[in-house]
């Protein structure tokens, strides 16, 4: 069976679990995250948060991205409503074999982050190539490495 390579398997799984406990930091920090070609990219909503208090880190396949919203401090202000969540904000995703960790870009415009996560060199797509070489003879008495099904 061939199974498509999908190196965020287990954030659904994760996310799922974690929506009694971890609601509020999905709703404060709203994301998508989409395959396009050989990069994975994530947008994340993060309207009145100054870009200088987003932190992004990545440790032992582990991306965890933390920002802070702050709240507004005017004494003269009456709240009629107040939604927009404040304090500091985490998402922790984790993530699978084959994506070039050291080549994640950043970019923020608009209110939205965008990461671009590479996938490997190695985990990418390639067509081998068939020898067409001479017939090879076995000679009796010698060793040849065999290969084996699995």
């Known amino acids: 069976?061939?199974?498509?390579?999908?190196?965020?398997?287990?954030?659904?799984?994760?996310?799922?679990?974690?929506?009694?406990?971890?609601?509020?930091?999905?709703?404060?920090?709203?994301?998508?995250?989409?395959?396009?070609?050989?990069?994975?990219?994530?947008?994340?909503?993060l309207a009145g948060v100054d870009p200088g208090s987003v932190e992004i880190d990545v440790d032992k396949r582990v991306l965890t991205i933390r920002a802070e919203r702050s709240a507004r401090t005017d004494d003269d202000v009456q709240w009629l409503r107040r939604e927009r969540p404040t304090g500091t904000f985490e998402r922790r995703i984790t993530l699978g074999d084959g994506l070039d960790l050291d080549k994640i870009a950043a970019t923020w415009q608009d209110?939205?982050?965008?990461?671009?996560?590479?996938?490997?060199?190695?985990?990418?797509?390639?067509r081998i190539a068939i020898n067409t070489g001479a017939r090879q003879e076995v000679v009796e008495g010698t060793s040849t490495p065999a290969l084996t099904e699995s």
């Open 111 to 126: 209110g939205v982050l965008t990461l671009t996560i590479p996938v490997a060199e190695a985990a990418k797509p390639r």
């Open 1 to 45: 069976m061939v199974l498509t390579f999908d190196p965020f398997r287990e954030f659904d799984r994760l996310a799922g679990q974690m929506m009694g406990s971890g609601a509020a930091a999905g709703l404060a920090m709203p994301m998508d995250l989409y395959r396009s070609g050989d990069h994975f990219v994530l947008h994340c909503d």
